[in-house]
């Protein structure tokens, strides 16, 4: 049984390890509670989360039913990406289990050391930790003269240039060294 925001779950199909209790906590939304069944699938290293009602539910229609999952799957996801089903269960979660929602204390401080830098005894977290601090010295190295701080500029066609600089450098058409022209005076009426 897996508890989400109070209420139990069980974890149908795990298709290629597609659960990951870290990162559903990342993606969850509260709007998923009124759904029987959540489906997550994996694409581009990004968990997408979808909820599905039961078949007789007075809400579904045919793209929330659950019968309609495989389509789904075959449709809108990824060929063959990893993907998990949980339906929601009617009885209340018993005391024993943890509310995957919920942060420990500990994870939600993470120890310091005297010099303000995270304390890491896992190797695989010891590279991340590497990885996001040559990530923050290359952001801020940019900032002193990067062009990533620059504006981008949209484009612009040839005639708004044109009009932009009408009147400025050269002076109009109709004042270039002619004469103005003047119209008979039996016109000018």
């Given at each position: ?13 795990d ?9 559903f ?11 029987d069944?959540?489906i ?9 989360l ?11 229609n045919?793209?929330?039913a659950?019968s309609g ?11 063959g990406?990893?993907h998990?089903v949980?339906?929601?269960?009617k009885e209340?979660p ?7 929602l919920?942060?420990?204390p500990?994870?939600?401080?993470p ?5 303000g830098?995270?304390l890491?005894t ?9 990885k996001?601090a ?9 900032k002193?003269?990067g062009s990533?701080d620059r504006p981008v500029r949209?484009h ?5 240039r044109?009009?932009e600089a ?8 109709e004042?270039?060294?002619?004469p ?5 005076l039996?016109?000018?009426q």
């Amino acid at each position: 049984m897996i508890v989400i925001g109070g209420k139990g779950y069980e974890l149908m199909l795990d298709h290629k390890d597609g659960w990951n209790p870290e990162a559903f906590r990342g993606r969850y939304s509260e709007v998923l509670e009124r759904y029987d069944y959540i489906i997550g699938d994996w694409g581009y290293s990004q968990l997408r989360l979808k909820g599905f009602y039961r078949d007789n539910h007075p809400k579904v229609n045919r793209d929330t039913a659950i019968s309609g999952m495989v389509d789904y799957i075959n449709e809108y996801c990824n060929f063959g990406c990893a993907h998990f089903v949980l339906r929601k269960l009617k009885e209340q979660p018993v005391e024993g289990y943890k509310d995957i929602l919920t942060k420990d204390p500990q994870e939600s401080l993470p120890a310091e050391d005297v010099d303000g830098e995270l304390l890491v005894t896992d190797d695989a977290a010891k590279e991340d930790q590497l990885k996001s601090a040559t990530t923050r010295q290359s952001s801020s190295s940019s900032k002193d003269g990067g062009s990533k701080d620059r504006p981008v500029r949209e484009h612009q066609g040839k005639k708004h240039r044109a009009k932009e600089a009408h009147g400025k450098k050269n002076p109009p058409r109709e004042n270039q060294g002619r004469p103005p022209q003047v119209q008979p005076l039996d016109q000018q009426q």
